[in-house]
């Protein structure tokens, strides 16, 4: 087997996502492996990590054992390395991406890819038109517990889908007392914050991929908490929604609700649920598990008692999935995909237009909220 090394930049490299699931859990791994392998070859990362502050920036790569910059341009300018990867904060997105398009490098892209659609079409354009090649991150469609799900749809557990369900989030202290467990750049418009944003790229891809084309959605946006505390104790003023709730409607004629939170506390199997019910059956996947259930297993409900209580754990009739995997880690997929993609041509579906997709998505419900309507999903052209 051939070894052959493949340079890779990762900017924001000392970011929470890129240092602790792209880095510790996906090429370092891969890289400490011996690489992937692909067909005769390994495909060894050769990893240079991009930041703003020096000390930092070396700290991690130290960690790693890769080299470093705060010189994105150089990087760039370097033929060494075919690869750039950004997941810097969300703001800087695009002006990378169009800088490293431009420099020939290949890119993949944390979510959300571009600010907007029409941003989003110019970058996948010059993408093609520069001949690189282009991957997008949707790393929660490997989930163990979605995952599961996904088996089910597509082995025809349910029969015909009438409905789903997804249920995400949990409680983000504001910083008065105990201190926020989100960067402060997460509730700033101008910063590229938003739960829309952040969190509905995600939904998009999961849904889509597990149930079929979206064709419209209706989204009402709230700002549970309208002023918080940074990261240096300073107040400011929340401008972005932190509570989303979306009614979706699929090609299919199934209906979907979403309800997104970051100001809600948990009562429910996990921080994300997606509950799917079929004229067959029904299956609900949080994080790591899942539940189905048929007709078979549920009780024949009649009414409501409104004297006493009837005492029944609707829990009960569900049973768990029992697979213990392996499941690999979800940002680890995404990778290997992308580098057989790169350097062998393999066909990857998340691509850049796949990432825009997920943009389309965002885009929409909040255009939904603006102006109060539906809005449809059209595959863009
Ligand atoms: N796939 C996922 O599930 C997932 C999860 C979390 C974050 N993300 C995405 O990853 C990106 C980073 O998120 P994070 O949670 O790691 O954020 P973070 O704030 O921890 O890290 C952001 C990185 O960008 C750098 N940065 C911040 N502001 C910058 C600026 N103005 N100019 C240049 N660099 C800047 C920071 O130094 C840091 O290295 C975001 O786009 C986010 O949407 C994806």
Redesign the pocket.
């Known amino acids: 087997m051939a070894t052959r090394t493949i340079g890779i930049i990762l900017?924001?490299?000392?970011?929470?996502?890129?240092?602790t699931?792209h880095l510790a859990n996906a090429l370092v791994p891969i890289r400490d492996e011996g690489g992937l392998a692909v067909g005769a070859d390994r495909i060894v990362p050769r990893l240079k990590l991009v930041?703003?502050?020096a000390a930092?920036t070396e700290a991690v790569a130290k960690k790693f054992n890769a080299e470093w910059t705060t010189d994105l341009a150089q990087a760039l300018a370097d033929p060494d390395y075919a690869i750039f990867f950004?997941?810097?904060?969300?703001?800087?997105?695009l002006a990378?991406l169009v800088q490293a398009i431009a420099a020939g490098k290949h890119i993949y892209s944390?979510?959300?890819v571009a600010p907007s659609v029409v941003h989003g079409l110019a970058l996948l354009g010059s993408a093609q038109s520069h001949g690189v090649k282009h991957g997008a991150?949707?790393?929660?469609l490997y989930l163990p517990g979605l995952q599961k799900l996904y088996r089910l749809a597509q082995s025809d557990f349910f029969g015909r889908v009438v409905g789903f369900r997804i249920e995400f989030g949990w409680w983000i202290f504001d910083g008065t007392e105990v201190p926020g467990q989100?960067?402060s750049?997460?509730y700033k418009r101008k910063?590229?914050g938003g739960l829309i944003?952040?969190m509905y790229p995600?939904w998009r891809y999961v849904i889509e991929n597990t149930l079929g084309t979206i064709r419209r959605v209706a989204t009402l946006l709230s700002t549970a908490t309208p002023e918080r505390v940074d990261e240096r104790g300073q107040r400011y003023t929340v401008d972005v929604e932190d509570t989303a709730s979306t009614l979706v409607e699929m090609q299919s004629g199934a209906v979907g609700t979403i309800l997104s939170s970051w100001a809600t506390r948990v009562r429910r199997d996990d921080l994300l649920t997606f509950q799917i019910d079929g004229t067959k059956g029904s299956a609900i996947a949080g994080l790591h598990k899942c539940w189905t259930t048929t007709n078979a297993q549920i009780p024949r409900t009649a009414h409501f008692s409104i004297t006493t209580d009837a005492n029944i754990d609707y829990r009960s009739h569900w049973t768990e999935i029992q697979d213990a995997g392996p499941f690999k880690n979800p940002?680890r997929v995404g990778w290997e995909d992308y580098l057989r993609h790169v350097v062998a041509d393999a066909p990857l579906k998340a691509d850049l237009a796949a990432g825009l997709r997920d943009v389309q998505f965002a885009e929409a419900c909040y255009a939904s909220m603006k102006d109060g309507k539906w809005v449809s999903l059209e595959p863009h052209s």
């Open positions: 900017n924001g490299a000392t970011g929470r996502i890129c240092s699931q930041g703003r502050d930092r950004d997941a810097a904060a969300t703001s800087q997105r990378s944390e979510k959300p991150v949707e790393d929660k989100r960067p750049w997460n910063e590229g944003l952040d995600h940002y």
